[in-house]
Antibody
């Protein structure tokens, strides 16, 4: 059974960089796409971007200037960096798996991790 | 970006009721439409993919239909565990920018 687990600081100061890692267990990170999605408290879901195991990426244009997603296949992990954060970036951050780009669906999700941006 | 609009935003229903939630895309997305269920404090769970295919392990009272711009999620006979928030999600746009509906909160009447 594939499992995803997000990890990283739960509190980040304004203007700093948010860094999270998603560790994949029970299966290989290879041959799949891996997305980050976030959900501000009490609000809906926003897709941040995805990475393929070969390192190719695609980002939401609304966040593209601040987002970097990377992968470490040797550790079965992928990571998110979001720079210059503000209070608007406070959210639960999820990682998720999908098989392909178009027509895809996210069949495995991490439990989510709350990141609060505050001084 | 392709905008996804769900209706209603909230819905009250009773156990045993048949419920339908609608999702409309701002342009045609073929059948590249998925539905997720989210309970408080939990990650979204995939229910329906490609508009009408039931994800493995999901009860058969859940069904999906539609293509193009208009889609529906139907719960045949509501069970207590079905009270949750439901989201639609499109994976059609080029370049790929995935978007979700704003969610429909299903509450107990």
């Amino acid at each position: 059974q594939v499992q995803l687990q997000e990890s990283g600081p739960g509190l980040v100061k304004p203007s700093e960089t948010l860094s999270l890692t998603c560790t994949v267990s029970g299966g290989s990170i290879s041959s799949y796409y891996w997305s980050w999605i976030r959900q501000p408290p009490g609000k809906g879901l926003e897709w941040i971007g995805f990475i393929y195991y070969d390192g190719s990426t695609n980002y939401n244009p609304s966040l593209k200037s601040r987002v970097t997603i990377s992968v470490d296949t040797s550790k079965n992990q992928f990571s998110l960096k979001l720079s210059s954060v503000t209070a608007a970036d406070t959210a639960v951050y999820y990682c998720a798996r999908h098989d392909y780009i178009w027509g895809s669906y996210m069949d495995y999700w991490g439990q989510g991790t709350l990141v609060t941006v505050s001084s | 970006d392709i905008q996804m609009t769900q209706s209603p935003s909230s819905l009250s229903a009773s156990v045993g009721d048949r419920v339908t939630i609608t999702c409309r895309a701002s342009q045609s997305i073929s059948n590249y439409l998925n539905w997720y269920q989210q309970k408080p404090g939990k990650a979204p769970k995939l229910l329906i993919y490609s508009a009408s295919s039931l994800q493995s392990g999901v009860p058969s009272r859940f069904s999906g239909s539609g293509s193009g711009t208009d889609f529906t999620l139907t719960i045949g006979s509501l069970q207590p565990e079905d009270f949750a928030t439901y989201y639609c999600h499109q994976s059609y746009s080029t370049p790929p920018v995935y978007t979700f509906g704003q969610g429909t909160k299903l509450e107990i009447k």
